[in-house]
């Protein structure tokens, strides 16, 4: 399996014995090079001895020689600076495409590295890797969980800047669109982005001083004020007066709700109905509290739990939808949600600006706010947990959350630093 022969050459699993082309010359791997995994050979600026003469060059490698030929590699100049050709079969000599025939080494998989490997994509248990977690070194296991805080933070930056071209520069309307598909909660995220990049801004912020404007072009766009969804006995005066101004910034505007079935209801709690939702962030808009200048200036948890711990109109304290009377209850954000929109929205967005600015202090920052946020509580945390790693702040929850989706999930075991210290700890036993 030419993966595992990857890794082998990566990490430097040789027998031990010396290591010989196939015409006898010795090898001598000093270092065996970056692995690429994009278009070219598989290994750039390797160093190998071979015959006692040093090569600086890229490593190719294949379970199979002929497949040197099979893959076009002879035609193709970029393998002209390959030194090595590495394989588990040698079935005939190779050539680049200047005529120069590549040594060749014959590197076998050590079979308790292609069992051990198997044994992690067959298990069933979640984490996989869970019979050696207890085992790693805290400082290993610090250190992959950090380098996945960071991978995550980089994956949401790239979601982040497209928004950024998608608002033509706009890092204003950027950050609202950012806090608008968190407000949805996971469930409505899809609707609520969609919600926030169809809403004209510089047209609301120009009604932006009266409350009752700002939510009926809130509730308006997102095709909330359609009487085909709202029974005629539930469309009290609140919806009314709502449904009027829609109507008359409509007219002005010309403005268009987006399509009202893409909001979802089905086991949801009522608190996380996009009714309220959508009114916590209208009042957060009419305060200026979706300014991008708060979010830059904010430094720490503190700071970001009192700027968005915001209450609703008057309206929303006893609905959660149009004409249906609950019990008053305050639709402030309580503290989970508050921690999960600095974990998703504001550490991420910190993180982009600085990135897009060169300032260092302000990617640090995201990632120091992450570190003061108690850790997220679900199904993959606790699994870890349980396994033997615990996460001690969101910093680190983020980092099994990455983990999870972008190695575990693929069975990218061999990406993984946990799945490395599989291998080579049963290799070394």
């Known amino acids: 399996m030419e993966i595992l022969l990857h890794y082998v050459w990566k990490h430097k699993l040789f027998p031990l014995g010396p290591l010989t082309t196939v015409d006898g010359q010795e090898v001598d791997v000093i270092d065996p090079g970056l692995h690429n995994r994009h278009q070219g050979p598989d290994f750039f600026n390797a160093k190998v001895k071979i015959g006692g003469t040093l090569w600086v060059g890229n490593v190719e490698i294949h379970d199979a020689a002929s497949d040197w030929y099979r893959h076009h590699h002879d035609a193709d100049e970029a393998y002209d600076n390959v030194v090595l050709h590495v394989v588990e079969r040698s079935d005939m000599a190779v050539q680049t495409q200047q005529g120069r025939t590549l040594p060749q080494l014959v590197l076998e998989v050590p079979e308790t590295v292609r069992q051990n490997y198997a044994e992690l994509l067959a298990e069933e248990a979640y984490p996989p890797c869970y019979r050696v977690i207890p085992d790693v070194p805290t400082l290993t296991a610090h250190s992959w969980l950090n380098a996945l805080t960071i991978e995550r933070l980089e994956a949401k930056t790239n979601r982040i800047l497209s928004y950024l071209q998608q608002t033509e520069g706009d890092w204003e309307r950027t950050f609202f669109v950012t806090l608008a598909r968190n407000f949805g909660f996971g469930t409505n995220a899809d609707a609520f982005e969609q919600w926030a990049l169809q809403l004209p801004p510089r047209t609301i912020a120009k009604h932006r001083d009266n409350a009752l404007q700002v939510e009926a072009a809130f509730f308006g766009q997102a095709g909330l004020l359609d009487d085909d969804l709202v029974p005629e006995e539930r469309r009290d005066e609140y919806y009314r007066r709502l449904q009027e101004e829609y109507a008359f910034l409509a007219h002005k505007f010309s403005l268009t709700p987006m399509n009202p079935r893409l909001w979802k209801f089905l086991r949801m709690r009522p608190q996380n109905f996009p009714h309220v939702r959508l009114a916590q962030l209208s009042t957060l808009y009419h305060t200026g509290h979706t300014d991008l200048s708060h979010l830059l200036?904010?430094?720490?948890?503190?700071?970001?739990?009192?700027?968005?711990?915001?209450?609703?109109?008057?309206?929303?304290?006893?609905?959660?939808?149009?004409?249906?009377?609950?019990?008053?209850?305050?639709?402030?954000?309580?503290?989970?949600?508050?921690?999960?929109?600095?974990?998703?929205?504001?550490?991420?967005?910190?993180?982009?600006?600085?990135?897009?600015?060169?300032?260092?202090?302000?990617?640090q920052r995201a990632f120091d706010l992450l570190e003061s946020v108690p850790p997220e509580r679900n199904f993959i945390t606790r699994s870890w947990a349980k396994a033997g790693l615990t996460a001690d702040n969101a910093a680190d929850s983020q980092a099994l959350i990455q983990l999870k989706r972008e190695y575990c999930d693929p069975k990218d075991c061999l990406r993984c630093r946990f799945g490395g210290e599989y291998l080579r700890r049963k290799y070394q036993q």
């Open 297 to 363: 200036e904010g430094q720490t948890r503190e700071d970001f739990h009192r700027l968005f711990r915001t209450a609703t109109s008057p309206y929303w304290e006893t609905h959660y939808q149009f004409g249906m009377a609950s019990a008053a209850h305050s639709k402030a954000l309580q503290t989970t949600s508050l921690d999960l929109i600095i974990i998703n929205t504001v550490a991420p967005m910190l993180f982009a600006y600085g990135q897009q600015h060169m300032d260092d202090a302000r990617c």
